[in-house]
């Protein structure tokens, strides 16, 4: 049943015309935290503004209930200033450090991922990009461009053939290049992309079209591995400061985790599903 209220207007006579029936849009779901509300009754932002706006707000209390910021008679969250967010920050810093690893650590996590810590190493590449933009259906897509990917894999396939589907298909520039890329290396591809070019246990070595669709925030890509350059492995010695960074990132970011989800379950959450990794701060 559609819950759209429906508004008559006109004389409302039964001979008279006029009176017909118009649909009123449905009342704005209000979010909030604790009983606060994130925005006014009309004015609920896009998802990705609201869920930052909540954790922010998530904080902005934690902070107060901590003695860090005032108490404020507030029924809608209030905008913070530069000040006031330099306090969250301060907040979360404190709350969430981490020990350095050791060298020891560092030593065993760059044992386990030597393939990452290379010198010199791409790829030359080509695409045919199916974009993923708002309003699209996605499973569509993939069935669309997943019967491009066939075409591209069958026998005696023509070698103008990839040129041209990126030229009709791609939703990338390059496609007046052919869908060509250039030489890119692990820094020039998007995570998801180098993760699989650069950095799985396999990587893989052979040229030519990629056998499955890659998946990145962008979109499905058909990939094509026309060169490659294997690069140099680097001593444990470059690369330790790198390494040691690299896991105290990933320590920061699951002890943020653990910290938002603990704020998260002892808040009271309504109009907006969040989780501790939706945070813009565990990003």
């Known amino acids: 049943m559609n819950t759209t209220s429906m508004v008559s207007k006109g004389c409302g006579g039964g001979a008279c015309g006029c009176g017909s029936q118009v649909a009123s849009p449905d009342p704005v779901t209000i979010a909030s935290i604790n009983g606060i509300a994130l925005h006014g009754p009309n004015a609920r932002p896009d998802e990705e503004s609201l869920r930052e706006q909540a954790f922010t707000e998530l904080l902005r209390q934690q902070a107060v209930q901590m003695g860090f910021l005032p108490r404020a008679a507030v029924l809608e969250t209030p905008a913070l200033g530069a000040s006031e967010r330099s ?3 301060a907040m979360v810093d404190a709350a969430v450090q981490v020990p350095a690893p050791t060298k020891e650590e560092c030593r065993r996590y760059f044992a386990a991922r030597k393939n990452q810590y290379l010198i010199g190493q791409a790829v030359h590449l080509r695409h045919i990009l199916f974009a993923v933009t708002p309003g699209v259906n ?18 005696n396939v023509p070698i103008d053939l990839f040129g041209k589907l990126a030229a009709e298909l791609s939703n990338c520039p390059s496609s007046t290049q052919g869908g060509d890329l250039g030489w890119l290396g692990p820094q020039d591809c998007a995570p998801e992309l180098a993760s699989i070019l650069f950095f799985q246990a396999e990587v893989p070595v052979g040229l030519g079209v990629l056998p499955r669709l890659v998946h990145t925030r962008f979109g499905f890509h058909i990939i094509e591995i026309r060169e490659r350059r294997e690069g140099k492995p680097l001593d444990f010695a470059d690369v330790r400061e790198r390494v040691a960074a ?3 990132l990933q320590s920061r970011a699951k002890a943020l985790h653990q910290y938002m989800g603990l704020l998260l379950g002892q808040a009271r959450v309504e109009g907006i599903t969040l989780k501790a990794f939706d945070s813009p701060l565990v990003q």
Do not use: P, Y
Request: aromatic share 0%; glycine share 4%; charged share 15%.
């Open 87 to 89: 306090v969250l920050e």
């Open 138 to 155: 996605v499973q569509s897509l993939s069935v669309h461009a997943d019967k491009a990917l066939i075409s591209l894999l069958g026998k």
């Open 246 to 248: 690299q896991l105290a």
